[in-house]
Each structure stands twice: as C-alpha cells, then as structure tokens.
C-alpha cells in the first residue's frame, strides 16, 4: 500500500452549529464503532512482531474535554488507544515496518509520530505513536496505537506526572503550570510515589531526590504534609525548568539500565518508511 501521502488527522464530525457536548459525543460513537477493525489491527501486527499488549481503552471524558482547550475539535487522535511494548529495538523496528506497510484493507492511511526518532525539545518523553484511520460506516476514524520498548515505558510511567506537569506549562504565556485538585484526585499520591521511586534509586543523586520530594510535598497539606492539597498548585517558570532536569536524569538512569540488561541489543533505530505529518 503507498502510504507516502502527507496525512493530518481529521476526523469527520457533525457540519453546520453542532454544539462541542454533541461533537464530542459523535466522536466517541466513532471510537467505538472504530474499536472491532481497531483490534484486528494489533492482532494482525501481533502475529508477525509479537509483543505485550494493552487492550484498546477509551479516553477519559474529562481528560477529553482537557485537551480541546489546545486541540480542535477534529484533531483528538487518542479517544480509542492501545499500546505493544517490546523488549528490543530490533522488535520495535520490525513492528513499525510491519505497521507502515500493512494492507490497505486493513485502514486506509495513518501518521506517525516518533519520539526516538524526532525527539521532543520539550519533554524527554519517548514513544512511537501511530494514529491509524480506521474505517467506519459512513467514514473513518483515527485509533491511537502506541509502540514502545519495555524499559522506556517503565520509565514513562515513573516519569508521568511530571510530563503532566510540563505539558500544562507548554501553552501558558508565563511558562508555568496550574494544577486544580479536586477531592479524591490521585495526582498528589502519584506524585509523592514518585519521589519515593527516585529516592529509592540509588543512581540518583541526592539532591536530585529531595528536590522531587519538595516539588511532591507542594500537593499536600498540614504540618505532617499528610493530607492531600485541593487547592490549585502553580508550578512558576523556574521549578518547571528544575522538574525538566529531574525528568532527563529519570531518563538517563532507566537508558542506562536498558543498556545494562542488554534490552538495546538489537541497534538503534533506522528511519521510518514514512513519517506522516503531525
């Protein structure tokens, strides 16, 4: 299939005043009229690349609603997602060739998005997302399918709040983050995990750790510091740049261990068959 076209996603939604509550409800009923073809999909790539897969989830609603704040309408990739992590770059290569050059009966074209190949400046954040146009009755709509070696999303994983953190900062004219917490919000658990997870690494330095252990403390209130915070919490400008520098040595730990378990063998990454434009 000759995929070499330029693809930007767009979904199709309702024409004329819709209103955005009734757009978004058409998109998630594209989502799930998406899902069966979604899964034969990953199936198909998990027979020739095999790897371990998260079955397709939906998007929260909120966290939908979140993201059109900096997003159109027509451009949310991510309502239907699921990820296959590998154990090698050399699976992860397979996988991704296996993905650019797929049948045409299977979806129609896709973009790509590769955070090992085009680093972000941004986040040390590392993925290969595909974003798949999936047939649909009377149209199509864009899946998310997330590639990923096993140790870098480990590292995502630890690394996730404050991605969430440096994300909020990217748009905001002060170059800080406001985080609103609501009663029961996990963000500050997250975080304080967090700053056990780096506390136990004995890898990171010292004073790394009680940064983070700071920045973690700023979600939770009382003289104990036991009670979650449900206040806003702004980020100024200059802790996002020291949540950066934490972010690049969480990173570098979990490189260097992946180096270390031999999960790297397999070479580094050649270039795409195609990188659609984003």
């Not at 199936?43 to 997003?71: C, M």
């Not at 967090?194 to 009382?222: E, H, N, P, R, Y």
Request: hydrophobic share 40%.
């Amino acid at each position: 299939m000759a995929k070499s076209q330029q693809v930007k996603i767009v979904h199709q939604v309702f024409k004329g005043n819709a209103k955005p509550d009734d757009q978004l409800d058409e998109l998630f009923r594209q989502a799930k009229a998406a899902l069966p073809a979604f899964k034969k999909v990953i199936k198909a790539l998990n027979q020739k690349v095999p790897g371990s897969i998260t079955n397709p989830v939906f998007k929260d609603r909120k966290s939908a609603e979140r993201k059109l704040k900096n997003y159109k309408m027509t451009e949310l990739g991510d309502l239907l997602r699921a990820k296959v992590i590998y154990k090698s770059f050399t699976e992860l290569n397979a996988a991704r060739d296996t993905l650019a050059t797929m049948d045409a009966s299977v979806f129609a074209a896709y973009v790509v998005k590769d955070r090992y190949e085009n680093p972000s400046e941004k986040t040390d954040y590392k993925d290969i997302k595909f974003y798949l146009k999936i047939p649909i009755p009377g149209g199509h709509h864009f899946c998310e399918l997330q590639l990923n070696l096993l140790q870098f999303d480990v590292a995502n994983l630890i690394d996730h709040p404050i991605y969430e953190i440096i994300r909020r900062s990217i748009n905001n004219p002060k170059k800080e983050a406001e985080i609103v917490l609501k009663k029961g919000d996990q963000f500050p658990f997250r975080m304080r995990a967090l700053a056990v997870k780096v506390q136990q690494d004995i890898q990171i330095d010292k004073a790394t750790s009680k940064k983070m252990l700071g920045f973690a403390k700023m979600f939770f209130t009382g003289k104990d510091s036991s009670q979650p915070q449900t206040k806003p919490v702004t980020i100024s400008k200059s802790q996002i740049k020291e949540l950066r520098e934490i972010s690049a040595k969480i990173y570098h730990v979990w490189t260097d261990k992946a180096k270390q378990s031999q999960i790297i063998k397999g070479g580094t990454l050649k270039p795409a068959v195609h990188f659609g434009d984003l």
